[in-house]
């Protein structure tokens, strides 16, 4: 279990996670001279001239923003953007240790649509990528595909997009340990932005016998009740024989059952009700939507949730360091299927020794980062480069080395970083 004390009282000593830190020195006038003025003015002529040199001339073609307005932080719900504030800066200490990247947490003062869309346009040129994370769907969706069409710069929008590259590695992973093909009958439970990512993906894939089902029972083409565009292309995509009910029994003789919705939502009689050799993802956070033991018991052969306190936890940060990385060395426009399937090819090829309680990499596996988040980037600049999308066209074993090489290269800033504790730092908690 999770300490609440340690917690509060570690980001109380260190006052947050992040800072920003000098990649030069400054120790004379003519450091100062030429990193700022008057040599920065040649630089800034040289960006005017051409602005696609801000990406070799500033810190931009590493650099992303982490945008939320507070209204869906993990599973807390609408709590603000400064509440938000520290688990963007924990998103951006992930970005940094597993992909080398520099983030910037963006927590908005609005939850207007339009006007989280007008500032992130604006903001957009200081950046090389922008990550949607933690806005209410659909809201966030409609924000990120707006963003995407509009922008020069990828916009990956981690709770669909990241959640469903994981889904997919871990359901790639968990059928071979099965025996079980594309062929077999998927249920999602869950319509907000991952179960909808999951669904395009798991289709995109291959998967053709798919169904999602909301609080009103299964989508099907022609139903009229709680829709909205997002689920009418799900309608389009899924469920082809139409069919009509509720999640128990829409998860009868199903081979999957995915869940991306609610605590308690699956009963160990829905998982009897399965095929044999059940498989079960209960990807709720932070409680699934049945418990390990729950799903075991009731004869799963392989469950996965978002915990870390079970085997299989299906955990963001296996993919989205990595894809990150990858768009940023592509310098792609768009973010597409191809990529995101090639980022869960990459994690399932890349786990290792498969069994019913290791369908997934683990960040606590020896050589996590120097594996993972280097073959998820190289495959995402492949599938970049064969799609057409990339700016810049690079190998994929280069884009594996860039990336071991930055991380390596923050391992090392961060073995010194903590030698050096910041000032005034206080371990007392406030009353």
């Known amino acids: 279990m999770h300490d609440k004390e340690k917690a509060l009282r570690e980001h109380l000593r260190h006052n947050g996670k992040i800072e920003i830190l000098s990649k030069v020195k400054i120790e004379s006038s003519e450091d100062l001279s030429t990193y700022y003025t008057p040599g920065v003015a040649y630089v800034s002529e040289a960006i005017k001239k051409d602005k696609d040199k801000a990406y070799d001339y500033t810190s931009k073609a590493n650099t992303i923003a982490i945008v939320t307005d507070g209204t869906r932080i993990l599973g807390l719900g609408d709590i603000g953007p400064e509440a938000g504030l520290p688990v963007m800066e924990g998103k951006a200490l992930l970005f940094k240790r597993f992909g080398g990247i520099d983030a910037v947490p963006i927590c908005l003062g609005t939850k207007d649509e339009e006007e989280i869309i007008k500032i992130v346009k604006a903001i957009a040129p200081s950046f090389g990528g922008i990550n949607i994370e933690d806005i209410k769907s659909p809201k966030s969706i409609r924000i990120a595909n707006k963003l995407s069409s509009e922008l020069d710069i990828p916009v990956f929008h981690d709770d669909r997009q990241g959640t469903s590259v994981v889904t997919l590695a871990a359901l790639i992973n968990a059928l071979k340990v099965v025996g079980k093909k594309k062929s077999s009958r998927v249920i999602i439970n869950g319509a907000g932005a991952a179960g909808i990512g999951i669904a395009e993906l798991l289709h995109h894939y291959g998967f053709n016998d798919l169904i999602v089902v909301d609080t009103e029972g299964a989508i099907y083409k022609g139903r009229k009740e709680n829709m909205n565009e997002f689920k009418e292309h799900i309608a389009d995509i899924t469920n082809k024989k139409h069919e009509k009910g509720a999640l128990a029994d829409i998860a009868k003789g199903a081979d999957v059952i995915i869940g991306a919705s609610e605590k308690g939502v699956f009963t160990e009689q829905m998982i009897r009700g399965m095929n044999d050799k059940a498989i079960v993802f209960a990807l709720a956070n932070p409680f699934p939507e049945i418990t390990y033991e729950e799903a075991r018991g009731a004869g799963a052969a392989i469950v996965a949730t978002g915990s870390s306190e079970w085997p299989n936890q299906v955990n963001n940060v296996i993919a989205f360091p990595g894809i990150m990385r990858g768009l940023l060395d592509s310098r792609i426009k768009r973010v597409n299927n191809d990529m995101l399937v090639g980022a869960a090819a990459a994690i399932a090829k890349s786990t290792g020794h498969l069994s019913t309680a290791h369908i997934l990499p683990n960040i606590s596996d020896k050589g996590f980062e120097s594996r993972i988040a280097p073959s998820v ?37 961060e073995k010194m970083a903590v030698r050096y504790p910041y000032p005034e730092s206080r371990e007392e908690l406030p009353g």
Do not use: C, P, Q
């Open 377 to 413: 980037a190289g495959m995402v600049a492949a599938a970049a480069s064969n799609t057409g999308e990339a700016r810049i066209k690079i190998t994929e074993e280069h884009a594996k080395r860039k990336a071991k090489a930055l991380i390596k290269r923050y391992k090392k800033i």
